[in-house]
């Protein structure tokens, strides 16, 4: 694999990253492949088969060591220290995998519980807070934890404040073709609006009835 090659694959950075970087280390199998170099990496070709017999060793070390720079490109520097002590690639990628791995695991588990405990933030808009759980959503499904369409769509309804209170009947009479992420966003935007609009109203009904008491008590002379 070339160095240029190497500059278009995700680099592991953290937990975050991991699970894109396994894909890209799945896609680029197939140039592990085409240059012979699979069999130091999943173990069944190993140093120790070689034997006694030098120009097997040497070759072997050769493909270990070109599959180490391959995973070398493909991590991020503040990454390496992980892999400093890996004696061949299989070493490397297995010393990776295991630490990101549990890693990914307390995200996970972080993460479904902040998915869980969320709570209408009430100094933001409602958009903000769509956009918020979707967050959430994304990177749990980054970290293979299914949260679908119907799961965010209920979490989003469960936690609206009580003013959207009439809001939930109105969405449980829609057409279930017509029950979308999106349609919910859009209905949840324009009955946002309407209640800013009728909030308004009221207050420019008490401001102008407090004009009113205070021209009433002003004396005529």
Known sequence: ???????????????????????????????FEAKQLMSVIDGTSTLEQCGADEKKKREWITKDANAKIVFLGTIDPAVKSHVLTSKTAKDMFEKLSNVYKRDTEETKSRLIAEFIKYEYNKSVDVMTNIVALQTLAFRMNNLKHTVDDVMLMTKILTILPDQFKHFGSAWDSTAEDKKTLENLRARLLKEEEKLKNNSQSQDDKVAFKAIQVQMYMQPLW
């Open 1 to 31: 694999m070339t160095s240029k090659e190497l500059e278009s694959v995700t680099k592991l950075i953290d937990t975050a990253t991991h699970p894109l970087w396994e894909l890209e280390i799945r896609t680029i199998r197939i140039l």
